[in-house]
């Protein structure tokens, strides 16, 4: 029993250390508050959907910043692959937007801002579905007749 609670004890704080000794800096801080995606991903969600073979995505971050975006996609394997890779440099208005590929099944974003030692990232994941199942569905569709 009392090597349990010493186990307890040590591994408390072991793992309360590093919470305790890290404090971000006004200059990280700024920057991951001015990393911002305004469109083409909700962020909110787990996982969204879509028949789209390609998706804008635009946001905001510090003028000089790089921002890559990496996308991974299931294989016929069932393993994840990179299918795309983008790198933008954000210019004087603050801004960036690129426009990436889709493949059917899941497709893993990943979105980083880097500049000098400063970085921020953001993830999400969107599921493109087959064109044949939207058919599909607009085709058993039907609406109520109203009386």
């Not at 609670?5 to 800096?25: C, D, E, G, K, R």
């Not at 001015?34 to 995505?57: C, P, Q, Y």
């Not at 795309?84 to 690129?98: A, D, L, R």
């Amino acid at each position: 029993m009392k090597k349990l609670t010493a186990l307890f004890i040590f591994l408390t704080i072991f793992l309360a250390l590093p919470l305790n000794s890290y404090a971000a800096s006004p200059e990280a801080e700024s920057f991951c508050q001015n990393f911002v995606i305004t469109g083409g991903l909700d962020t909110e969600k787990e996982t969204e959907s879509t028949f789209d073979k390609s998706r804008t995505i635009s946001g905001t971050a510090e003028i000089g910043s790089v921002v890559t975006i990496e996308v991974l996609s299931e294989n016929t394997k069932k393993e994840l692959c990179e299918s795309g890779f983008y790198e933008i440099k954000v210019g004087s208005s603050g801004y960036f937007s690129q426009n990436i590929d889709l493949l059917i099944g899941e497709n893993l974003i990943t979105i980083k801002a880097k500049k000098g030692e400063l970085s921020s990232c953001v993830e999400a994941s969107i599921k493109r579905k087959k064109s044949e199942i939207k058919s599909e569905l607009s085709n058993n569709i039907s609406v109520p007749k109203i009386k």
